[in-house]
């Protein structure tokens, strides 16, 4: 019993965090804020498990939401296999992160699979995974990209690394490219 009580806690929390509908109570959209100086502080560690957790949401949210997956959620899904397949295979030189900007709830609206490689120096950008919910009128992507920068801008030696990113997928290479 204590088991099912501490698991629904669990569930509830993850789930408030994470699957949230696009609009507010009122009917506008949500809007997310970030803090220029602190970019970093929307940017955070969580295990692999939690991930897998939030990801687990998302699909099932996408799988039993509609009767027919679009090509937006397709997307979603083909990523979700990706990062699963990847967790699985975690090493300790990976890092996982859910990026979550001030907004009128605490939401994950990215999620973020990155590895050191101190042979060469670099932060590498693996996967990146966007809430079903998040559309780009509520917060652009690029903040994204300005908050990973600023992660590692403290740290000696080490440089950001999108190629890995850019060669599987296309979008963030000609989203943040081109800006």
């Known amino acids: 019993m204590r088991f099912i009580v501490l698991r629904l806690f669990f569930f509830y929390f993850i789930l408030v965090k994470s699957l949230k509908p696009m609009g507010l109570?009122?009917?506008?959209?949500?809007?997310?804020?970030?803090?220029?100086?602190?970019?970093?502080?929307?940017?955070?560690?969580?295990?692999?498990?939690?991930?897998?957790?939030?990801?687990?949401?998302w699909e099932n949210n996408i799988l039993q939401t509609s009767k027919e997956i679009r090509i937006e959620d397709k997307y979603i899904l083909d990523k979700i296999d990706l990062m699963n397949d990847y967790i699985k295979n975690t090493t300790r030189r990976d890092m996982f992160f859910a990026w979550m900007p001030k907004s009128v709830y605490n939401d994950v609206i990215f999620l973020v699979i990155c590895d050191i490689n101190m042979e060469a120096n670099s932060f590498n950008i693996i996967y990146i995974l966007h809430s079903p919910y998040w559309e780009e009128k509520q917060i652009k992507s690029i903040h994204l990209k300005y908050a990973l920068e600023d992660l590692i801008k403290d740290i000696d030696d080490l440089d950001l690394d999108l190629t890995y990113l850019y060669e599987n997928d296309k979008r963030y290479k000609l989203d943040w490219l081109v800006i």
């Open 25 to 57: 109570p009122n009917g506008n959209n949500r809007k997310y804020y970030i803090d220029k100086k602190n970019r970093v502080d929307d940017l955070k560690l969580i295990t692999p498990s939690k991930m897998s957790f939030i990801i687990k949401h």
